[in-house]
């Protein structure tokens, strides 16, 4: 197999590395005067929730956008809803609290490492760091380009705005066990790592289904987290829809073929690869340690279990 020098191929433009990037403070037009509100953005795939779709450092969206959030103790995110697209937030460092409002109750849960919530359309919802350390999410929009959000609780529409527009005694904490039908539907949207079941591959890996069959219901996309042990690999494959990778833990090998030839590349903890529609394309862990990655794919018909070990 033939190695071309990865900054010479196709394939090095289809990565975000996370160290060559940096958090843009100025990304929510909406949190301008609002000290509380001010959160960074640093954007992988598109602009997800921001207006700077025309940023050309980060990669080009398809069915799905990907960044991440750094928000600082005490600041949050004003409760809004999306009209056009659900969102996911996959908890990366520290904790956040999530808010949601039915009618005129709002439901919170605290998100913790790899944990997700699944937004739906038009569902309102907030998040909120009230810890004593900042926190980092990344945040998926299901769409390339979505419209901008519809805010229903910023602090010039509500008191209570960091309360998500909860009025006293009226935020409830989630409860799995309980019978309300609003806590059961919450719980629907909410994914735990530790109680997400586990799915070995016959290729040698290990996934665990977070939005998809098997997971939550999302619409027209799929998230799988994925742990690749040491000295695991799989066949080149493609895809009429795009994918890509975003590492959480350890040292990924990502290849493409390109006319005929392979170029490979090492993506680490919070690198992005999207491979293109119709790329062939593999991954393997040649490291020293366990990989762990989110795959996420722009159509919910992605079946993990076709791949086959190299």
Not at 149 to 168: C, D, K, L, M, W
Not at 191 to 199: F, L, M, N, T
Not at 208 to 236: A, C, H, N, S
Not at 267 to 296: C, S, T, W
Request: charged share 25%; proline share 8%.
């Amino acid at each position: 197999m033939e190695i071309p020098s990865a900054s010479h191929s196709p394939l090095q433009r289809h990565i975000g590395r996370y160290l060559d990037k940096r958090f843009d403070w100025q990304a929510f037009p909406r949190s301008e005067g609002h000290p509380l509100l001010e959160r960074g953005q640093m954007r992988f795939i598109g602009a997800g929730g921001s207006p700077k779709v025309d940023d050309p450092n980060t990669l080009p969206p398809h069915h799905f956008t990907l960044s991440i959030i750094d928000l600082p103790v005490d600041h949050y995110g004003a409760s809004h809803y999306h009209d056009d697209c659900e969102e996911v937030f996959l908890m990366l460092d520290g904790r956040a609290t999530i808010g949601m409002t039915w009618d005129d109750v709002v439901l919170e849960t605290c998100l913790g490492p790899k944990d997700l919530m699944l937004l739906p359309i038009g569902r309102p919802h907030g998040y909120r760091n009230d810890s004593q350390e900042a926190a980092r999410l990344s945040v998926m929009v299901g769409n390339s380009r979505p419209k901008m959000p519809i805010y229903v609780a910023h602090p010039t529409q509500s008191e209570y705005s960091r309360q998500f527009g909860a009025a006293p005694g009226k935020t409830e904490v989630y409860s799995p066990s309980s019978t309300d039908p609003r806590h059961q539907a919450f719980g629907r949207y909410l994914c735990r790592y530790a109680q997400q079941p586990i799915v070995w591959h016959p290729a040698g890996f290990a996934a665990k289904v977070y939005v998809g069959p098997g997971g939550l219901e999302g619409t027209g996309f799929r998230e799988d987290l994925v742990m690749v042990p040491r000295g695991v690999g799989i066949q080149p494959y493609a895809r009429d829809v795009e994918d890509a990778y975003f590492v959480l833990e350890g040292v990924l090998t990502v290849g493409w073929e390109v006319d005929g030839k392979f170029a490979e590349t090492r993506i680490g903890p919070k690198d992005v690869v999207l491979n293109p529609a119709g790329r062939v394309h593999y991954f393997r862990n040649e490291g020293f340690e366990d990989v762990q990655f989110m795959l996420a794919a722009g159509t919910d018909d992605f079946d993990l279990a076709t791949l086959k070990a190299r």
